[in-house]
């Protein structure tokens, strides 16, 4: 059972461009979470989704940030108009239902 | 709302030295309980949990944490770390039955020969 995978690894980004970081929960997994590590702080929640549903987005910017988890294939963390402030880890983690999560290995987006 | 509160950013220790991490949350609902590991450049790596029963949990490698509700804690110990023990340790909460988990800031945690 592969664990959880994020694509891609490293993204770099002008500012004003977009970033669309991806990813596949553990198989069986219908919980979704994604987060945003800035250098040198901890974890901040952003969202949470399970298949074609946003149950939580309460961490999310209000603007240039969305997220979705279609019926099929992975989650889509998508920022538009990035800007240098989005320069961070960007971790998503699965959960079979809701308890324990399994991070990924991360997307860490530099913006030039 | 379910918070947690690191109280040590970084903790040096020597090679076989026992460590303590602390750990304190707050929450008005019942919780579950997390400690979360990170090594230089990779993901979370879940090293133990406390969902419910006994409240002390052990990990593989020798790590341990006790949930305490009176005092709202659950620290993390080890009595002798390893130079491989060296990383960010992140201690989480959840509510039972909730949606999302709250991270602490971390610990770095730094073994010394």
């Known amino acids: 059972n592969a664990g959880v995978m994020q694509n891609p690894r490293h993204l770099v980004r002008r500012r004003g461009q977009e970033a669309r970081l991806r990813c596949s929960p553990m198989k069986g997994h219908s919980h979704v979470y994604w987060y945003r590590q800035l250098p040198e702080e901890g974890l901040k929640f952003m969202v949470y989704l399970q298949k074609e549903n946003i149950i939580d987005e309460s961490g999310m910017p209000k603007e240039r940030f969305s997220a979705e988890f279609p019926k099929e294939g992975p989650s889509i963390l998508r920022i538009q108009q990035v800007v240098r402030g989005d320069s961070a880890a960007y971790f998503c983690?699965?959960?079979?239902?809701?308890?324990?999560?399994?991070f990924g290995p991360g997307t860490r987006l530099t913006v030039l | 709302a379910q918070s947690v509160t690191q109280l040590d950013s970084q903790v040096p220790v020597f090679e076989e030295a026992p460590v303590e991490l602390r750990c304190n949350y707050s929450?008005?609902?019942?919780?579950?309980l997390f400690w979360y590991v990170q090594y230089p450049n990779q993901g979370l790596q879940l090293l133990l949990k406390?969902?419910?029963?006994?409240?002390l949990v052990e990990s593989i490698n020798g790590f341990e944490a006790e949930f305490n509700k009176s005092q709202t804690s659950f620290h993390l110990r080890k009595p002798s770390v390893h130079i491989s023990d060296t990383a960010e340790y992140f201690c989480?909460?959840?509510?039972?039955?909730?949606?999302?988990?709250?991270f602490g800031a971390g610990t770095r945690l730094t073994v010394k020969p």
């Open positions: 406390y969902l419910s029963g006994s409240t």
């Open positions: 929450s008005s609902v019942s919780v579950y």
């Open positions: 983690a699965s959960s079979p239902k809701g308890d324990s999560q399994y």
């Open positions: 989480a909460v959840s509510a039972v039955g909730g949606n999302d988990m709250r």
